[in-house]
């Protein structure tokens, strides 16, 4: 039985449906090295949380 998508799922099944690419899992304890792309999300909310509230 094919799965069920909830709102957001659907939503973005359709933006994405028409892009060919391959979604793999890498473990955490085989992945040696994090791209940029990671690096950069964390290194911003790292930044976000030690600013003074204005």
């Known amino acids: 039985e094919p799965q069920k998508l909830n709102g957001w799922q659907a939503?973005?099944?359709l933006k994405?449906?028409?892009y060919n690419f391959t979604?793999?899992?890498i473990p955490g304890?085989?992945?040696t090295?994090?791209?940029i792309l990671s690096w950069l999300a964390y290194l911003?909310?790292?930044e976000?949380?030690?600013k003074?509230?204005?």
Do not use: E, G, S, V
Request: net charge positive; proline share 8%.
């Open 44 to 46: 911003n909310q790292k």
């Open 29 to 31: 304890k085989t992945k």
């Open 33 to 35: 090295k994090a791209d």
């Open 52 to 54: 003074p509230p204005c």
């Open 11 to 13: 939503r973005w099944y």
């Open 16 to 18: 994405l449906q028409d």
């Open 23 to 25: 979604i793999q899992h």
């Open 48 to 50: 976000k949380k030690l």
